[in-house]
């Protein structure tokens, strides 16, 4: 079965200073991973996908993100916050799970402060 | 522009009573699902549908039913029979059921519903 952990509940950072959103994933299979962020009171956005192809994922807003198998591990990160990038961010797995039809599991979330 | 809508953006209820969500699209994918937001929490998966006249139950789908009569509408309803149903529903859609877990969702803006 495939499972995801975001190690932080909340982050803060300053208004362009580095971001790092962490998230573990487990998985029997060779996974996709996702990256989606939520603003307040909205639907879900993609923000980029790993897909067993490159292992460093570049998506939208300057956000990319590394596969690394070794470690489980598939961290978000962004050189510099903006203050547009507070906002709740969710680690997603989706494994080859025919039993459950291919479902995608969500982390329990981090959000991202940005201070000025 | 192609997308997910749902309808109402707020919904209040009064205990006992049922009440129907709105999710349509018109991306012509063929998956569509329906999640259940609680605050501090992932998203839950309640049903999902892969083609018309066809759905499977989620992890909670107790107290919810759905129908998919039409590829570009999964209408959710809350029962009376739903303990808790206060929280922040989100539809989504994929071109299908990602059986390599390779398609991405797409998220609709979601409808808070809360019982009085």
């Known amino acids: 079965a495939q499972s995801v952990t975001q190690l932080d509940s909340h982050v803060s950072v300053s208004e362009g200073t580095p971001v790092l959103l962490r998230c573990n994933y487990s998985?029997?299979?060779?996974?996709?991973l996702f990256w989606y962020v939520q603003h307040p009171n909205k639907g879900l956005q993609l923000l980029l996908k790993?897909?067993?192809?490159?292992?460093l994922v570049k998506g939208i807003n300057g956000f990319e993100a590394e596969f690394k198998k070794s470690e489980t591990s598939f961290h978000l990160t962004k050189p510099s916050a903006h203050m547009s990038d507070a906002a709740e961010y969710f680690c997603?797995?989706?494994?080859?799970?025919?039993?459950?039809?291919?479902?995608?599991?969500f982390g329990q979330g981090t959000e991202l402060s940005v201070k000025p | 522009d192609g997308g997910i809508t749902q309808s109402p953006k707020y919904l209040f209820r009064k205990e006992g009573q049922n009440v129907t969500l709105s999710c349509e699209q018109n991306?012509?994918?063929?998956?569509m699902y329906w999640y259940r937001q609680d605050p501090g929490q992932g998203l839950r998966l309640i049903y999902y549908s892969q083609i018309v006249n066809d759905f499977q139950k989620g992890d909670i789908a107790e107290g919810y039913s759905v129908s998919r009569e039409k590829k570009e509408s999964f209408p959710l309803t809350v029962t009376s029979a739903q303990k808790n149903p206060t929280a922040f529903y989100l539809c989504a859609s994929s071109l299908d059921l990602p059986s390599g877990g390779y398609n991405e969702q797409f998220f609709g803006p979601g409808t808070r519903l809360t019982v009085l």
């Open positions: 790993y897909t067993s192809a490159a292992t």
């Open positions: 991306l012509n994918h063929d998956a």
């Open positions: 998985s029997s299979y060779s996974p996709s």
């Open positions: 997603v797995v989706s494994g080859v799970d025919y039993n459950q039809g291919g479902k995608l599991i």
